[in-house]
């Protein structure tokens, strides 16, 4: 399948829906965590997306890569709040588990962005050491 838009890439698709998740299941959380776990579990679910996208969109291969491993980090944001999420009670592990399932997929996304990158990257690199010595 050819990627010729954002829409295309299905880490950032799979982000989305990690995201849409986690605004659903953080809409039952106390009120007393309104600006503390639930804001930053929306948050790092949202940059978890929006790392995705500017790497994608952006021209060059380090900066893709700066930005997926932005992006993963958010992930493993998430991944955590999930679990104090579980050990406080705001969520089962029925629930966690499938949210985990969701971020490892997530993950596994961001990670072939990033090994998609660095073999890029090293044609790229390799194709401009064969022109200069070709000159």
């Not at 940059?47 to 952006?58: D, L, Y």
Request: hydrophobic fraction near 30%; aromatic fraction near 10%.
């Amino acid at each position: 399948m050819t990627i010729n838009k954002l829409e295309d890439l299905e880490a950032w698709q799979e982000a989305r829906k990690l995201c849409k998740g986690i605004y659903i299941i953080t809409r039952d959380y106390p009120r007393s965590e309104e600006y503390n776990l639930k804001k930053h579990m929306r948050e790092s679910s949202r940059g978890t997306a929006a790392n995705i996208g500017e790497g994608f969109g952006r021209y060059y291969f380090k900066e893709n890569l700066r930005f997926y491993g932005i992006a993963k980090g958010c992930l493993d944001e998430v991944r955590s709040d999930l679990y104090i999420s579980s050990d406080v009670g705001y969520i089962n592990s029925k629930i966690l588990e499938k949210f985990i399932k969701q971020v490892n997929t997530v993950e596994a996304k961001i990670n072939g962005l990033i090994n998609n990158s660095l073999t890029q990257m090293k044609k790229y690199s390799t194709s401009m050491k064969s022109k200069r010595n070709n000159n």
